[in-house]
T-cell receptor, first 116, second 114 residues
Framework: GAVVSQHPSWVICKSGTSVKIECRSL??????MFWYRQFPKQSLMLMAT?????????EQGVEKDKFLINHASLTLSTLTVTSAHPEDSSFYIC????????????FGPGTRLLVL | AQSVAQPEDQVNVAEGNPLTVKCTYS??????LFWYVQYPNRGLQFLLK??????LVKGSYGFEAEFNKSQTSFHLKKPSALVSDSALYFC????????????FGSGTRLQVQP
């Protein structure tokens, strides 16, 4: 199946710093990527939809200035958590939609963020 | 609005026995339905999907799911469970004609006992 990578797999940072997470589709082109957040023992919550070459669409309650999304190419989307605070600590997962595979979304391995 | 319900937080089954993980959905248009599995501290792995066609869908690792339109269900099944199947399973849906983001169920933890 299609492969989606995320980097880094985990990151620890100080409060107030910014953290960038990369999501790459390795063997297919993804015009649309999605960013999710998952709290312990909970389901995935969609944060935003990232469209190549255009602005991301954010879900209600997600601060676009806090979570900056850039989808500069058909294989790369980035999520930047700006001025991170401890409450931003979470597991962030991206997915990429493979239009050639009947709309199947393939997920990255996730990035665990811990803000001290 | 679309939604997914997974009524069981956890399912316990003995190795070698059949397993079922339940999922019901609500969507305004034709549903696209998916099952994913998540192992600890990992992302989601795609298992199978229903878009159109045969109501019985076969997927990875011997899993299958049956789409039942009248009951709006898409239960995940496997004839003989393995200990290695123990993981967290998510059902997801999207409207085939509307927005392309998936809505996930709350997840069901499957525990297969040896």
């Amino acid at each position: 199946g299609a492969v989606v990578s995320q980097h880094p797999s985990w990151v620890i940072c100080k409060s107030g710093t910014s953290v960038k997470i990369e999501c790459r589709s390795l063997d297919f082109q993804a015009t649309t990527m999605f960013w999710y957040r998952q709290f312990p023992k909970q389901s995935l919550m969609l944060m935003a939809t990232s469209n190549e070459g255009s602005k991301a669409t954010y879900e209600q309650g997600v601060e676009k200035d806090k979570f900056l999304i850039n989808h500069a190419s058909l294989t790369l989307s980035t999520l930047t958590v700006t001025s991170a605070h401890p409450e931003d600590s979470s597991f962030y997962i991206c997915s990429a939609r493979d239009g050639a595979a009947q709309e199947t979304q393939y997920f990255g391995p996730g990035t665990r963020l811990l803000v001290l | 609005a679309q939604s997914v319900a997974q009524p069981e937080d956890q399912v316990n089954v003995a190795e070698g026995n059949p397993l079922t993980v339940k999922c019901t959905y609500s969507v305004s248009g034709n549903p696209y339905l998916f099952w994913y599995v998540q192992y600890p501290n990992r992302g989601l792995q795609f298992l199978l999907k229903y878009i159109t066609g045969d109501n019985l869908v076969k997927g990875s690792y011997g899993f299958e799911a049956e789409f039942n339109k009248s009951q709006t269900s898409f239960h995940l099944k496997k004839p003989s469970a393995l200990v290695s199947d123990s993981a967290l399973y998510f059902c997801a849906v999207r409207d085939g004609t509307g927005r392309r983001a998936l809505t996930f169920g709350s997840g069901t933890r499957l525990q297969v006992q040896p």
